[in-house]
């Protein structure tokens, strides 16, 4: 099993880790379960948003493979914003003008904040795809197999996996991060940047940054052996 952190419109770094996970999967022998979970935030921060989309659309690369697309907290920010909800200044501050340029769309500095939103959102509209939208719309809140639970962010302590609400699974961090109790399986997860992958007895964080670093890791659970694939630095 193969799971992908946060690409944040990195098409690049998510062609290159695809073919070493096909690769590694070509080699794996012991692998029972070949799947490949994605947990979130394809869009906004890096350059390539609109191309990450059209790739996964397409799943050239890993063809056949099943794969589950989890939702990620700037995706929500993007599929409400296409919605016409009124999350466009804060999707803006975290990334958001990125995704409209890859989608040729500019704010224009001559309107006021409001007018400026309301001009981008209507360029946009005629601008993403019906695939995009349909991709955005499928995509799925968590997912458990075996021994692990996978989520963009992270899990309520206390709350059983069955009872976590989209809120927190999108978008916790603490308590989350320093809780060192036990859920049901273990969590694997993205949205909090480390260096490296966060490996816990609870948990396992693999968002390390990207869209700025070149570091886009993928977890590969293999029997009991817990191992990584990731792109060199930029």
Known sequence: MYAIGDIHGRRDLLERLETAVAEDLSRAHRLLRPIVVYLGDYVDRGSGSR??????????????MPRVLLRGNHDLWFREFLRGAPVGESWLQFGGEATLASYGVALDAKLAPGQ???????????????????????????????????????????????????????????????????????????????????????????????????????????????????????
Do not use: M
């Not at 946009?124 to 989520?151: K, M, N, Q, S, T």
């Open 116 to 234: 400026r939103l309301a001009r981008a959102a209507e360029q946009l509209a005629d601008r993403v795809p019906a695939a995009h939208r349909r991709l955005l719309d499928r995509l799925e809140a968590a997912f458990g197999l075996g021994d692990y639970f996978f989520c963009h962010a992270g899990i309520r302590p206390g709350v059983p996996l069955a009872r976590q609400s989209e809120e927190d699974l999108f978008w916790i961090r603490e308590p989350f991060l320093s809780w060192s109790g036990d859920a049901e399986k273990i969590v694997v997860h993205g949205h909090t940047i480390g260096q490296q992958p966060q490996i816990r007895r609870n948990r396992i964080g693999i968002d390390t940054g990207a869209y700025s670093t070149g570091v886009l890791t993928c977890l590969v659970l293999e029997g009991t052996e817990i191992r990584f694939l990731a792109t060199a630095p930029d």
């Open 51 to 64: 191309q990450v989309l059209d790739h996964l659309v397409r799943n050239e690369i890993l063809e056949g």
